[in-house]
């Protein structure tokens, strides 16, 4: 069973920065992509950025120039600096991983999320 455990979110002053991180363990043989999405109170799930194992990066438009996502792929974790956060950024930060192939075939996971809190 592959786990996806985020760290990193919390309260933070409007242009303030903060670093997310998420480690995925498990009998892991490789991961296509990792990336992060988020979802606010009353609002849909949606797609903040995304990084494939080769490093091809995707970015949503509202946090591009301010957000930068990396990966770390001999330790299966991504990271997503966030700088010149906004309140508009707040949300619970979900992380997920595509093209997962495990002992027990192919998954795609998601961690339970870190709440992400920037007050202006």
């Known amino acids: 069973q592959v786990r996806l455990a985020e760290s990193g979110g919390g309260l933070v002053q409007a242009g303030e920065s903060l670093r997310l991180s998420c480690a995925a363990t498990?009998?892991?043989?490789?991961?296509?992509?990792m990336g992060w999405y988020r979802q606010a109170p009353g609002k849909q799930r949606e797609l903040v950025a995304t990084?494939?194992?080769?490093?091809?990066?995707n970015y949503a438009d509202s946090v591009k120039g301010r957000f930068t996502i990396s990966r770390d792929n001999a330790r299966n974790t991504v990271y997503l600096q966030m700088n010149s956060l906004k309140p508009e950024d707040t949300a619970v930060y979900y992380c997920?991983?595509?093209?997962?192939?495990?002992?027990?075939?192919?998954?795609?996971?998601w961690g339970k999320g870190t709440l992400v809190t920037a007050s202006s």
């Open positions: 997920n991983a595509e093209g997962v192939w495990t002992v027990g075939g192919l998954t795609r996971p």
């Open positions: 498990g009998s892991i043989y490789s991961i296509n992509a």
């Open positions: 990084i494939t194992s080769g490093g091809i990066t």
